[in-house]
């Protein structure tokens, strides 16, 4: 076999290696900050490749997507290659082929990408509880960079480094003393997030300071070339979103939603070009697919935090969302809307502005109510952040939202949600008022308690509590006589989570001390139950007690 081998002589396809030479002197031109020749890229697209239309260039980037998706870390050429291929052909794609798409063939390309799952799932899908495991114990979301600490519990980096940079020296979930400040790469579990991310379709931006623990990650971070090749792209779609026909500033805002659905670096440089105002006044267009392509974008752009601001001061843009929001022409627009309100509104100084806004929480409780499922847990996430402001309260009651809300308890899709921000509303008197004036309330929360999942009941008993501390006598004696709440709350005594135990011991002294209502759980006296519960001290800050009721990372398309 040696001496055969010896014999063999290697076939290189002159003209397939041409084609090779000429895209690596296309990377090397961006990557220099240039822009290659326009006929060059027509002889090595048009000719070498046999890609002759927007059509058949949008189906090989998303085919090209699909395999740095599908196969990333297994693949040959390497995914940062093939990432700059990508762009190229992006860049390409609007270069050689015009703007002037059929809206026809856009839509059902988008419909046939949602039933593909090529590239990622609709919004509303990627707004889902986050294993467990793959949660940061101190933020509970979803970590990017999973590192375990010397007493073995696994953190993300960044957190666990700002802890022990405070001079903490124990461990934030155990209370043990930390033997060192070590931190191992728990690469294990890291790659248990990437798959799950990528399963589900959401982007997974790793740590810009990486080290040898995401070594195969950073190989598929976009190169230079691929950022200035994107960045071109950006450029050429903002001109057209600025002067061309309506069908195409259509075709060009499908493209920054796209461009802007992964990367920190794409959703920065779209924004510094002067999208935003553009995309702001396609959000009044009468054309569906204009209006539904440009509120995607926005709620992609804003994902990067430096965005949030341009977009909100950015004169009539929050209300053009909210517009879209009320009366948008779709579904789909109507519930990516209601999905960016809620991303703008993870800054608190724009809960108050987003709640004061004609219509708006109007339309996300009317959402809550009549939406469709996702549109439903678009709305209560955004509802969620908007009541952690406390001005917000009363607004929110005279919109509908605490009817909405109660109303949302009994729907398993949305009910942990429901039930955190109703326990938020509750800490200030009027709205315990409204709350303990719904008929379903109580109800509904015990139901919660019974049948919800551990944050939903711990965010139950949270609002019980908060219900008979804030909403006087009327609102205790209702509590009080709801069906089977002390075997409830024995019950979260026991096998509740730690906050919910908390709760649960602090609602249960409530009425311990309420001479007509002595606690015995199963024939002991309510002294020994809480034997081995403290007594809590009310946190300062309500919004610390609630749980977060679901990890979400904002989703992007």
């Given amino acids: 076999m040696h001496k055969q081998s010896r014999k063999a002589t290697l076939f290189i396809d002159k003209d397939e290696e ?36 927007a059509k058949s260039s949008r189906a090989e980037i998303e085919f090209l997507e699909e395999q740095i998706v599908s196969h990333e870390g297994d693949i040959e050429p390497t995914a940062s290659v093939l990432n700059g291929f990508v762009a190229i052909a992006r860049y390409c794609r609007f270069l050689l082929y015009g703007f002037e798409e059929n809206e026809v063939e856009l839509q059902i390309g988008n419909q046939k990408k949602l039933r593909k799952g090529l590239i ?22 979803l970590m990017r960079d999973p590192v375990i600490i010397s007493t073995g519990q696994t953190y993300d980096r960044i957190l666990i480094s700002r802890w022990m940079e405070e001079g903490h020296c124990t461990c934030p979930k155990t209370g043990q003393m930390l033997m060192n400040t070590r931190l191992v790469p728990n690469r294990a579990l890291r790659n248990l997030i990437v798959q799950w991310c990528a399963a589900h379709g959401i982007p997974y931006d790793p740590p810009e300071n990486t080290d040898s623990s995401v070594e195969a990650f950073a190989a598929a971070m976009p190169s230079k070339a691929a950022i200035e090749a994107n960045r071109a792209t950006a450029t ?27 990367g920190r670096e794409n959703r920065a440089f779209i924004a510094e070009a002067g999208a935003i105002p553009h995309l702001r006044n396609l959000l009044s267009s009468t054309n569906s697919v204009a209006q ?30 909210v517009g879209v929001l009320r009366f948008g022409l779709t579904t789909e627009a109507r519930e990516n809307a209601a999905a960016t309100l809620f991303s703008l509104s ?48 009363l607004s929110m009651m005279e919109a509908g939202a605490v009817t909405a809300l109660v109303g949302a308890l009994g729907n398993e899709g949305v009910a942990e949600e429901a039930a955190g921000a109703l326990a938020l509303i509750v800490r200030q008197p009027i709205g315990a008022e409204a709350v303990g004036g719904e008929e379903m309330a109580v109800a509904g929360l015990i139901g919660m308690m019974r049948c919800g999942t551990p944050r939903g009941k711990e965010n139950a008993v949270a609002a019980l509590l908060e219900l ?42 409530v009425f ?36 977060v009721p679901v990890s979400i990372s904002v989703p992007v398309l």
């Fill in 292 to 321: 539904e392509n440009s509120v995607t974008a926005i709620l992609n752009l804003s994902i990067h935090d430096k965005n949030k601001s341009q977009i909100m001061d950015e004169k009539g843009c929050l209300g053009s969302i």
């Fill in 120 to 141: 990622s799932q609709e919004i509303a899908e990627t707004f889902i509880t986050v294993p467990k495991d793959f949660c940061c114990p101190i933020s509970l979301d």
């Fill in 236 to 262: 050429l779609l903002i001109h057209k979103l600025a002067s061309g026909s309506q069908r195409a500033q259509t075709v060009a805002a499908r493209g920054i939603r796209l461009l802007a659905k992964t």
């Fill in 346 to 393: 993870a800054v608190h100084d724009y809960k108050k502005r987003i709640a004061d806004e004609e219509g708006a929480v109007e339309a996300l409780a009317g959402l809550l109510r009549a939406g469709t499922p996702r549109g439903k847990k678009d709305a209560v996430t955004a509802l969620f952040n908007l009541s952690t402001h406390t001005e917000n309260c």
């Fill in 512 to 547: 311990q001390r309420r001479e007509n209502y002595p606690l015995h759980f199963g024939g002991l006296g309510a002294g020994y139950a809480f034997a081995g519960n403290s007594a809590p001290s009310r946190d300062s800050s309500f919004v610390n007690e609630v749980s």
């Fill in 468 to 509: 008979c501390r804030s909403g006087g006598t009327a609102a205790t004696e209702k509590v009080l006589k709801a069906p089977a709440l002390w075997g409830l709350l024995q019950s979260l005594l026991f096998t509740g989570t730690k906050r919910a135990r908390r709760k649960a011991a602090s609602l249960a002294r």
């Fill in 18 to 53: 041409d084609l090779r030479v000429r895209f690596f002197s296309f990377l090397d031109e961006f990557e220099k900050g240039k822009i290659p020749n326009m006929v060059d890229l027509r002889l090595f697209f048009v000719e070498g490749l046999g890609i002759k239309d």
